[in-house]
């Protein structure tokens, strides 16, 4: 035990612990975004349901991280997931029947969460594994098990946060679209195929993609949303005869 602690890296592993900090909390923000319209009961059960996919696809995703980096387009892909992740976010939901529906609207938030966090996993799981590999080979599956195992609390106990604090700030709401606007925009400019054909991407170059990205999620979000509002129907005011 004594010869494990002294080998460990332990650079690596506040490594890990920083990158799911900072990663974990956009997974955070995605879990909040998707359960804000639940009833207050169900909003646990759709944390606890999101948390577990994000988990279920790092474990899964781990195993191609360093694959995964030369996949030409993926990022790419993923980014214009992101995209309409961020602008569904959004736009209103209609209710017809003036309720939400317990099981459909979990599993709806779920399915929202799922997407989003398969996009965001790959920066995740992609950097807890670069940061394993500066670790001795013995300790690198451990390193890399240790980071999926804290990004849980931090997930969980991060979309609790969120969600309190759209209930009291909505425009946290925007906030949040907007930051999956500017994961998107990095993603895009980073992808195999644009830095073949046109170089590395500089810094600066970078933050102006993700600023594009933040702003083109906001504006078209809420371009939808006011022609959604102003093409529903006006609510009608029943008149009593006699």
Sequence with gaps: MLEFLQTLSWAAVFQIILIDILLGGDNAVVIALACRNLPPKQRMQGILWGTAGAIGLRVVLIGFALTLLAIPYLKIVGALLLLWVGIKLLIPEEDAHGNIQGA???????????????????????????????????????????????????????????????????????????????????????????????????????????????????????????????????????????
């Design 104 to 242: 459909s609207s979990i599993w709806a938030a779920v399915k929202t969460i799922i997407v989003a966090d398969f996009v965001m996993s790959l920066d995740n799981v992609i950097a807890i594994a670069g940061a394993a590999q500066t670790a001795d080979p013995s300790h690198q599956i451990g390193l890399v098990i240790f980071g999926l195992v804290v990004s849980v609390p931090i997930i969980i106990w991060g979309s609790t946060l969120v969600l309190k604090l759209i209930d009291r700030y909505p425009l946290v709401v925007t906030f949040g679209a907007a930051l999956l606007g500017w994961i998107a925009g990095g993603m895009l400019v980073t992808d195999v195929v644009i830095v073949e054909h046109f170089g590395e991407v500089s810094g600066a170059m970078k933050i102006a993609a993700e600023v594009v990205g933040a702003l083109l999620v906001v504006g078209l979000g809420r371009l939808f949303a006011a022609r959604k509002k102003a093409a529903a129907p006006a609510p009608q005011v029943s008149r009593q005869e006699g």
